[in-house]
């Protein structure tokens, strides 16, 4: 079992960053593989990017590659997000999942795991 919670969202211009944290409970959370991913109102929940459970491979959106970085630190049981040159068109809230194996996937229904989300709001 695997329970997560996701801070530092906020409101923030366009142009600027944000760092999002997910700080996971439970002892098998440095098997996991992890995913960040936003929902927008009215549109279905994205995927933005993953990483293994190594920190060796990482997968992202398109429209984020260049601008956002996943990480995460095993021995906190955190990942983060960081998200640089943001536009208004990010503005979603942000969810984090934990896969349940080791490997990345963009697929929704891959993640076992689901975190409450953060709300990043950008302005422009």
């Known amino acids: 079992q695997v329970q997560l919670v996701e801070s530092g969202g906020g409101l923030v211009q366009a142009g600027g960053s944000l760092r999002l944290s997910c700080e996971a409970t439970?002892?098998?959370?440095?098997?996991?593989?992890m995913g960040w991913f936003r929902q927008a109102p009215g549109k279905e929940r994205e995927f933005v990017a993953a990483?293994?459970?190594?920190?060796?491979?990482?997968e992202y959106l398109d429209s984020v590659k260049g601008r956002f970085t996943v990480s995460r630190n095993n021995a906190k049981n955190t990942v983060y997000l960081q998200m640089n040159s943001l536009k208004p068109e990010d503005t979603a809230v942000y969810y984090c999942?934990?896969?349940?194996?080791?490997?990345?996937?963009?697929?929704?229904?891959?993640?076992?795991?689901w975190g409450q989300g953060t709300q990043v709001t950008v302005s422009s």
């Open positions: 999942a934990a896969r349940g194996l080791g490997s990345t996937s963009s697929k929704t229904n891959d993640y076992k795991y």
């Open positions: 439970g002892r098998d959370f440095r098997y996991n593989a």
């Open positions: 990483i293994s459970w190594n920190g060796e491979n990482t």
